[in-house]
């Protein structure tokens, strides 16, 4: 009885892993599709890619995208671990529930309604539509990510931890950089690379908020399957996803590896 359980659980498992994987495997293998068709694979080819490459307005696109991703994922990492911290040190449980529950609705509100909301402050605010937007938007709604991300690890932590370094003379920002930020590595990276890839992957939001001539590669991959079916999107499609799993990868090998937690109260 056990061993059909079981595999029924694996079963139904790779059934889960199959329905989300087969469309992005069926598109990458097309993008090497010479016939420029998703119908009927002819011969072996790089050109999708070749042309691709030397598109210089995409590769502009590209750049636009990794520095928006990389800014706002650094800046919502540096606030969110301000944040959080802030939160775990609250003692007032009403209040701290409080303040979880509306870091919390930003991550689970849908993206239409952030990214219209964004949009109507920009317009009020007389903020000009572009690169800036674009950011500010991204560190908005990646900050919440990075905090939840943390929480755990902070919660974690033995308070013991603090007061050893405390007792050793170790002042409060010795304790933070030398036995809290050390303890909670992995969050940090957990919610710097979520960050990251939410801001890479990130359409809804970044539709309401780009203007100026300012595109990343979710909003070109739209404008350009609207046009009509090109196997240079299958190529694009397969490096951004490619690009995410290499970020994913690297945090989950960052996020198990051991940190050692030093104590001390001297530089």
Do not use: C
């Amino acid at each position: 009885m056990e061993k059909q359980k079981k595999w029924f659980a694996n079963s139904y498992l790779l059934l889960v892993f199959a329905i989300l994987y087969a469309p992005i495997i069926f598109l990458a293998i097309y993008s090497f599709n010479s016939g420029g068709s998703m119908v009927g694979f002819e011969e072996f080819t790089f050109e999708w890619y070749q042309e691709l490459f030397t598109d210089t307005r995409l590769f502009i696109i590209l750049l636009n995208t990794l520095v928006v991703a990389l800014l706002s994922a650094t800046i919502a990492t540096i606030v969110g671990i301000a944040g959080a911290l802030a939160i775990h040190t609250i003692e007032n449980t009403k209040y701290k529930s409080m303040l979880l529950t509306l870091n919390n609705i930003l991550i689970v509100s849908p993206d239409v309604i952030i990214g219209a909301s964004f949009l109507i402050l920009f317009t009020v605010m007389g903020i000009s539509l572009g690169f800036f937007s674009v950011l500010l938007s991204h560190i908005a709604f990646s900050i919440p990510i990075v905090v939840i991300m943390i929480l755990p690890k902070l919660k974690e932590m033995s308070p013991s931890l603090i007061d050893a370094a405390q007792d050793l003379g170790a002042s409060r920002w010795q304790v933070i950089s030398r036995v809290i930020l050390p303890y909670i590595t992995s969050g940090i990276f957990a919610g710097f690379f979520t960050a990251l890839t939410f801001s890479l992957d990130d359409f809804a939001v970044t539709f309401f908020v780009t203007g100026n001539g300012f595109n990343t590669l979710a909003v070109e991959v739209y404008s350009l399957a609207r046009q009509g079916i090109s196997l240079k999107i299958n190529a694009l499609s397969t490096i951004i996803f490619m690009i995410t799993l290499i970020l994913v990868l690297g945090y989950y090998f960052l996020s198990t590896r051991k940190k050692p937690v030093m104590i001390g109260g001297d530089e």
